[in-house]
């Protein structure tokens, strides 16, 4: 059982930053590809980014693609989404989520169904 626990998120301004933090607990960690989706008032879940398991990798959707960033510091069970020139359209809740078996399926990285567990959301609020 994996539990992850997002933190960072608050409100900013446009063109501010943001550093969110998923920290996880109970599994495996370095055999973890971790995600992070989005959901925004009355839209659907999207993906944002993923790292890799072993962290050489990462993806990202083409409308966060040069502002943000995934990282992941195996010592520490935590991932990172640097978060920068953020917009107004990035106002959203966001979720970390963890794919515990990711070589079985590499490409479905962006498939919210892919993930096994899922934190409980940070709130990014950007104004403009």
């Known amino acids: 059982q994996v539990q992850l626990v997002e933190s960072g998120g608050g409100l900013a301004q446009a063109g501010d930053s943001l550093r969110l933090s998923c920290a996880s607990s109970?599994?495996?960690?370095?055999?973890?590809?971790v995600g992070w989706f989005r959901q925004a008032p009355g839209r659907e879940r999207d993906f944002v980014a993923r790292v890799s398991w072993l962290g050489g990798s990462a993806d990202y959707a083409d409308s966060v693609k040069g502002r943000f960033a995934i990282s992941r510091d195996n010592a520490k069970n935590t991932v990172y989404l640097q978060m920068n020139s953020l917009e107004s359209q990035d106002t959203a809740v966001y979720y970390c989520a963890a794919d515990t078996s990711p070589y079985a399926h590499p490409d479905d990285y962006a498939r919210s169904e892919a993930y096994d567990y899922w934190g409980q959301g940070t709130r990014v609020t950007v104004s403009s």
């Open positions: 109970g599994g495996a960690f370095s055999t973890i590809s």
